[in-house]
Each structure stands twice: as structure tokens, then as C-alpha cells.
């Protein structure tokens, strides 16, 4: 599967975003869903995910609250809804997908990773 992320971009403290990925083939449904970010001298860390029925997600406690992950299994695509930013928001979004299709809150269980797309939060 192939993905392509797109949504980032500059906003200022306490607005919103909404980022999109485009996932490629017809098995998107089978594969569980995430969202991770990368800040410069940073580790990649979790953010969000989605089984691949959807209504089961997990979040890290640093945008719990703030942001919202969805899918569409029609369009194929998952959507990860940034509200209340901030400036430690800023980060390379990642999206991925895992075979196993079960919720991932780890690395390692993505199989398939997107490019990136960039989102600054300025104060």
C-alpha cells in the first residue's frame, strides 16, 4: 500500500488543522491506522490510531483531547483533526498502516509508511 499525506502547514496557537491520507489499493480497510510526528532532534512518537473497522482509537496523552483520528474506508483515507495547537505541536506528521489491523501505538508495527507533511504552530 502507498500513502500520501497532505493537510500541514502554518497556523497560530490555538487553531486547527485537519490532515488527510490517501492510501492507495483496495485492502485499505483491512489495515489498522496511525498517526505519528517527528519534531527536528526529536524521536518519531506516536500520536494517534485507528483499528481498521474504526470506533476503536488510542491517542497520546500529549493531544488527548485536541485531536481526532477517523477513517474513511470508501475514499481510503484517515484523517487526523488537530484543534487547539500549540507551538510543541510542531512536527513532520507521519501517517501508517499495519497489516495486523488491530490499534498500534508502536513503531514497529506499521509496515507502511507515508512521507511526511509538515505542520508549524507559531506562537
Known amino acids: 500500500v502507498q500513502l500520501q499525506a497532505s493537510g500541514g502547514g502554518l497556523v497560530q496557537a490555538g487553531g486547527s488543522l485537519r490532515l488527510s491520507c490517501a492510501a492507495s489499493?483496495?485492502?485499505?480497510?483491512?489495515?489498522?491506522m496511525g498517526w505519528f510526528r517527528q519534531a527536528p532532534g526529536k524521536e518519531r512518537e506516536f500520536v494517534a490510531t485507528?483499528?481498521?473497522?474504526?470506533?476503536?482509537?488510542y491517542y497520546a496523552d500529549s493531544v488527548k483531547g485536541r485531536f481526532t483520528i477517523s477513517r474513511e474506508n470508501v475514499k481510503n483515507t484517515v484523517y487526523l483533526q488537530m484543534n487547539s495547537l500549540k507551538p510543541e505541536d510542531t512536527a513532520v506528521y507521519y501517517c501508517?498502516?499495519?497489516?495486523?489491523?488491530?490499534?498500534?501505538?508502536?513503531?514497529?508495527?506499521?509496515?507502511?509508511w507515508g512521507q511526511g507533511t509538515q505542520v508549524t504552530v507559531s506562537s
Open positions: 501508517a498502516a499495519a497489516l495486523s489491523g488491530t490499534a498500534v501505538l508502536t513503531r514497529g508495527g506499521y509496515e507502511y
Open positions: 489499493g483496495r485492502t485499505f480497510s483491512s489495515y489498522a
Open positions: 485507528i483499528r481498521r473497522g474504526g470506533g476503536l482509537t
